[in-house]
């Protein structure tokens, strides 16, 4: 009986500790898994259901935090390209390798497209050591050049991710202290062939201020959890693995978008308080003969003179290289403000408010919007006239395919939705004329009761 005792102790002992389980943070791709068996067609059959899920996913993708935030507009990134062995597997078609290289071109396209005034640095992991692919510069041919000269070699090695951190800081160290020091890397590899302590690594690169990204195509690692949660003050969302390819490159795409300034780091508040940054604005010439521009050395018939030493540069934005002065023209800075205030997530509009609204096309694009039920219809046979028909759409989608901004009261459709908030930064129908401030009111006015003029024909 003591024995017996004894184990059900223990047993007992051993269910009370397995009764606490840990909270599970769900998976990435659990998070993606639909249920589109559960969705109603509304009638137009399967490419009903489709159109939904493809709606839902551009949707997703906008919905972002858009409370204008204190952000790093001039930003140093070094770009860390894993090419080992391990980027020539093919579960990314057609290889990791070179859908990464596929995709770092459209990167840097991205890249100064949203950040004009900005640096790139390319890197590359290969055979245990890190190599210099494009030096840090602002020009995104020079990069892009570089990249596709990767296609002609084959992965080889492992990768070191101690190696590639430090040619990093190499490369960051005399950036200026007004902008940025971002580190991304893509890691294909589930290992890292280090010479030393990488621990101390991360170190220095919490002491230089560097920030590192990582974007996994394989499984998640412990210590590039600790590299992006330690160098950014134990934010642990920068560190993502890819599920598939359209997934890898939203990832990629996402680091076009400058970083927050974090309140925690005083030391760069400090130093960012009230300072005046001085930067020129030069004009384009147009030589009759050719000269020697400051920048390659190279004979060119036309360029930029420096507002300072008078020195010519070949393209814009760049940095002076006889006297450092920032050269940059005033649509470089007009295309980095958008990030400071972005414009405001529409939202997704019922069938009640299509009904009172009465739009029947885009105000962006003019495309036709799906018709407005009968009311019958609408209802679903129910007298609350809560159950619609067509409510049992993909999540994030709207009912109606129609979205409002909330603003100028407009509608637009998916694809207006996607071009105004990526491309544009713009809302048309805020920028209309029609709605200036005042002339909206002085219409109303105008019109009996307060409402539209209808003219008979």
């Known amino acids: 009986m003591a024995d017996s ?28 898994a639909s249920r589109a068996w559960d969705l109603d067609d509304g009638g137009d059959g399967i490419e009903g259901v ?7 996913n551009k949707r997703r993708r906008l919905l972002k935090d858009t409370t204008p935030l204190q952000r790093g507009i001039i930003r140093h990134t070094v770009l860390i390209l894993d090419q080992s062995v391990a980027m020539i597997e093919k ?52 990069h892009i050049s570089a990249v596709r000269e990767l296609r002609g070699r084959e992965p080889k090695g492992n990768p070191s991710l101690q190696n590639a951190l430090e040619m990093a800081r190499a490369a960051l160290y005399h950036t200026p202290s007004h902008g940025t020091r971002e580190v991304v890397i893509i890691l294909g590899a589930l290992l890292t062939s280090d010479p030393g302590d990488i621990h101390d690594t991360i170190k ?13 195509l394989a499984a998640q690692m412990h210590i590039c959890a600790e590299i992006c949660r330690k160098t950014n003050a134990g934010d642990d ?17 996402g680091i076009t978008t400058p970083p927050v300034m ?6 760069a508040q400090k130093r960012s308080q009230a300072t005046l940054l001085m930067m020129g604005f030069p004009s384009r010439i147009t030589e009759e003969k050719p ?43 007009a295309r980095s403000y958008h990030h400071l205030f972005p414009l405001r997530n529409w939202v997704e509009v019922p069938w009640s408010r299509a009904e009172e609204k009465g739009t029947r096309q885009c105000f962006g694009c003019q495309s036709p919007l799906p018709p407005v039920p009968a009311h019958h219809e609408a209802t679903n046979g129910s007298s609350d006239g809560k159950a619609h028909a067509w409510s049992k759409r993909a999540d994030g989608a709207s009912e109606s395919s129609r979205y409002e901004c909330e603003t100028c009261q407009n509608h637009f459709c ?25 002339l909206q009111e002085q219409e109303e006015g105008s019109a009996p009761n307060g409402t539209a003029m209808d003219v008979d024909a």
Request: contains cysteine; glycine residues 8%; negative net charge.
């Open 291 to 333: 000269t020697l521009c400051a920048c390659h050395g190279e004979l060119t018939r036309g360029g930029y003179l420096c507002s300072r030493c008078k020195a010519k540069v070949c393209n814009l934005p760049a940095t002076c290289p006889t006297c450092d002065l920032t050269l940059i023209l005033s649509t470089h800075l």
């Open 237 to 253: 969302k920068c560190y993502n693995v890819a599920v598939d390819e359209v997934d890898y490159r939203q990832l990629f795409m």
């Open 91 to 142: 579960d990314l078609r057609p290889t990791r390798h070179l859908l990464t290289l596929t995709y770092t071109v459209a990167f840097v396209q991205e890249y100064f497209e949203q950040n004009p005034i900005s640096q790139l640095g390319i890197l590359g992991m290969r055979d245990g050591v890190a190599e210099r692919i494009s030096d840090m510069g602002g020009n995104p041919n020079n």
């Open 50 to 56: 489709l159109g939904g899920i493809e709606e839902a």
């Open 204 to 216: 220095a690169c919490i002491k230089d201020r560097i920030r590192v990204s990582i974007i996994g």
């Open 414 to 438: 998916i694809d207006c939705d996607v071009f105004c908030h990526e491309v544009a930064h713009n809302c048309p129908g805020c920028q209309s004329s029609a709605y200036l401030p005042g």
């Open 5 to 32: 005792s004894d184990e059900d102790v223990l047993t007992g002992r051993g269910r009370a500790a397995a009764s606490k389980p840990k909270q599970r943070v769900q998976a990435r791709w659990e998070a993606t």
């Open 262 to 267: 974090r309140s925690t780091d005083a030391d």
